[in-house]
C-alpha cells in the first residue's frame, strides 16, 4: 500500500496494514528488536498501520487509531519520546490524534488531525520552526492550525497550508527554502502565497507541485536534480 526509503533502510506498508522492512539495521531502524542487519522483508507489525516515514537511521509509524510510533537512532531526540534512547521496537510516541508524519534526516515532523505542526529531533538550523535552534527529544508544538502537508529535507522542513500557501524553515544555505536567500529561519517563512498542491524535500534541494500542474524546484542542483537544464543553485 505504502513505501519509504531512509538512508540505508527501507519500509513496506501491506495491504493487510502489516509493517515490514529491510536493510541496514545498526540503530534498529527497521524495529523488528534487532540490530541485524535484513536482505530481505521482515514483518515488524502484524497489522493496524496507516503511514510510514523513513529518516537517516529512524523510522515513523503511524497506526489506524491515529497514534504514532518511533524506532531507530534518537541520539537527538528524534523519536519524539521524550529520551535519546535507541529504540530497536516501535515505541509509542503519541497515543492519538496523528494525521500524517514525515522524518528527516535526523528531525521529525508530525500533522495532527487538527490541522497543528508539531516537530522534534535535531535543530541547529532551526529545522523544528520552533524560533530557537534547541534539539527537543518530545514534540513540541510549531503551528497550532490550517496545515495540510509536510515534508522534510535533510537540515530543513516544508509545510503546504489548508490555503495553498508554502512556508519552510532551516538549512538554507543552497536556497533550498526557495525564499530568495540563503538565509536559515527558525520560524516558518512563507515562499509562495497560494497553489501548491504538494511538497518534497530532498537532502539540500526542495520540488513544489502546484495547482495547475506544473513543477518547481528551488535549492541544490550540482547534479541537475532540479531539473531545470543547468548545474545552478
Known amino acids: 500500500r505504502a513505501i519509504a526509503a531512509g538512508n540505508y533502510h527501507s519500509l513496506v506498508l501491506k495491504d493487510d496494514g502489516s509493517l515490514w522492512a529491510m536493510g541496514r539495521n545498526g540503530n534498529g531502524q527497521l524495529g523488528d528488536g534487532s540490530t541485524t542487519q535484513r536482505e530481505s522483508p521482515v514483518e515488524v507489525l502484524a497489522s493496524g498501520v496507516r503511514a510510514i516515514a523513513a529518516g537517516n537511521y529512524h523510522s515513523l509509524v503511524l497506526k489506524d487509531d491515529g497514534s504514532l510510533w518511533a524506532m531507530g537512532q534518537n541520539t537527538y531526540g528524534q523519536l519524539g519520546d521524550g529520551s535519546t534512547t535507541r529504540r530497536n521496537s516501535p515505541v509509542e510516541v503519541l497515543a492519538s490524534g496523528v494525521r500524517a508524519i514525515a522524518a528527516g534526516a535526523y528531525h521529525s515532523l508530525v500533522l495532527k488531525d487538527d490541522g497543528s505542526l508539531w516537530a522534534m529531533g535535531y535543530n541547529a538550523q532551526g529545522q523544528l520552526g520552533d524560533g530557537s535552534t534547541t534539539q527537543r527529544n518530545s514534540p513540541v508544538q510549531v503551528l497550532a492550525s490550517g496545515v495540510r502537508a509536510i515534508a522534510a529535507g535533510f537540515f530543513h522542513s516544508l509545510v503546504l497550508k ?53 513543477l518547481w524546484a528551488m535549492g541544490y542542483n550540482a547534479y541537475g536534480q532540479l531539473g531545470d537544464g543547468t548545474t545552478t543553485h
Open 162 to 214: 489548508d490555503d495553498g500557501s508554502l512556508w519552510a524553515m532551516g538549512l538554507n544555505n543552497l536556497g533550498q527554502l526557495g525564499d530568495g536567500t540563503n538565509t536559515d529561519r527558525h520560524t516558518p517563512t512563507q515562499v509562495l502565497a497560494s497553489g501548491v498542491r504538494a511538497i518534497s524535500g530532498g537532502d539540500f534541494h526542495s520540488l513544489v507541485l502546484k495547482d495547475d500542474g506544473s
